[in-house]
Structures are given as C-alpha cells and as structure tokens.
T-cell receptor, first 116, second 114 residues
Framework: GAVVSQHPSWVICKSGTSVKIECRSL??????MFWYRQFPKQSLMLMAT?????????EQGVEKDKFLINHASLTLSTLTVTSAHPEDSSFYIC????????????FGPGTRLTVL | TQLLEQSPQFLSIQEGENLTVYCNSS?????LQWYRQEPGEGPVLLVT?????EVKKLKRLTFQFGDARKDSSLHITAAQPGDTGLYLC??????????????FGKGTKLSVKP
C-alpha cells in the first residue's frame, strides 16, 4: 500500500500563534509532497509543492512567509502556519507522490485547523 | 482557469439506481485519477487510467478514459448508501505550464438514499 499520515488531525489555536502540521509517507520515499487547502463543499486547492532538499514552490496567491514548508527528509514534510488568523481556519491536506507509478499522489487524512 | 470540468456537482439518487460522473477538459492528460473523499478525511485513490480508451472496473464502479485522453467518466451500477461521498477526478497535464501537477475537478457530491 501507500500510506500517508498527517499530524495533528485537528488543532485549535489562538489568533497570532503558529501551528505546525506534519506529513509523513509511511511505506515509500517521496521526493515530492504537496500541500492543499480545502474549504467546505469545495475541491482541493494546491498551495505548494514541496521537494526534498530544496525550497518549496508556491502557487500564485499563497504567501510563502505565511505558510512555511520544510521537506527535511524523503518521508517528512511540514507546513507551519505562522501568526495564524481566523481566516486561516481550514482543512489542510498533504499528499505524497509515489515515484515510478504514473505520478500517483496519495493523500493524508487531513488536518482541521481552527483559529479563534 | 479551470482545466478540468466535472459534472454534475451534486447528485442525489435512490439506492439501486445507476449514475455517471463526467470529467472533461481541452487539455491532454498523461494520466487521470479518481478519488473518493469522505467528510473530514483525505481523498482515497480509487483508480488511475493512463491509456486512451482504457476501461477499468472496480466492483460496481467502471472508469473510462477517453480516446484522446481529454476526458473520463465514472459509472456506478446499483448505487448503495455506502457509495455516498465526494468523488474527485484529477489529471496530470501532459503539456503546458501546469505539466506534472495534479489538476482537480470541482468534485461531485453523491448522496445515495436507502
């Protein structure tokens, strides 16, 4: 199988604090991981592409200083939401691309972030 | 720009009925994937199609990739309440600026009533 875990599954924080979300590929090495954001009743919106050992590539309109991404190893990428505000409340989902398999992406279970 | 048009957006049917979900684009995809997502969870990969005209079956689900690799369909036979969820198509664009990224359709929210 291709299992991707995400931690935490939900988090509630105060406005102004920073929150770190971890994404791990458990049974394969992923040189590329992706971070998505999903609003209620909507599809996934790609925020950034995370490459192991290099800087992340952010989609247009996504603030790189707001959403810090680190891809420290072939199995771990982290997303840090800095100085979170209520408008950052959302469902954040990561995925990991399994190499040599038609570029299939396998998704984590998501993290529900609520900023008070 | 929405490269992948998915329809219908919402579908509410009775148990036992058949249904088809469509994904269409003017772009050519090197592969196309179908996912199912339940509320509060991440999408789960159902199938990947890569060859034009390819048909894949997964129990009561039939997936088809268009000959030109620009469109795909998902057909569910004799739907059951357990099929309820959000179905997403997503393709890897073969050419152009978005090459290599997974492009998602807007999703089809399916509700199957007993």
């Amino acid at each position: 199988g291709a299992v991707v875990s995400q931690h935490p599954s939900w988090v509630i924080c105060k406005s102004g604090t920073s929150v770190k979300i971890e994404c791990r590929s458990l049974d394969f090495q992923a040189t590329t991981m992706f971070w998505y954001r999903q609003f209620p009743k909507q599809s996934l919106m790609l925020m950034a592409t995370s490459n192991e050992g290099s800087k992340a590539t952010y989609e247009q309109g996504v603030e790189k200083d707001k959403f810090l991404i680190n891809h420290a190893s072939l199995t771990l990428s982290t997303l840090t939401v800095t100085s979170a505000h209520p408008e950052d409340s959302s469902f954040y989902i990561c995925s990991a691309r399994r190499p040599y398999a038609y570029n299939e992406q396998f998704f984590g279970p998501g993290t529900r972030l609520t900023v008070l | 720009t929405q490269l992948l048009e998915q329809s219908p957006q919402f579908l509410s049917i009775q148990e036992g009925e058949n249904l088809t979900v469509y994904c269409n684009s003017s772009s050519v995809f090197s592969s196309l994937q179908w996912y199912r997502q339940e509320p509060g969870e991440g999408p789960v990969l159902l199938v990947t199609v890569v060859t034009g005209g390819e048909v894949k079956k997964l129990k009561r689900l039939t997936f088809q990739f268009g000959d030109a690799r620009k469109d795909s369909s998902l057909h569910i036979t004799a739907a059951q309440p357990g099929d309820t969820g959000l179905y997403l198509c997503a393709g890897i664009v073969r050419y152009g600026g978005s090459q290599g990224n997974l492009i998602f359709g807007k999703g089809t929210k399916l509700s199957v009533k007993p």
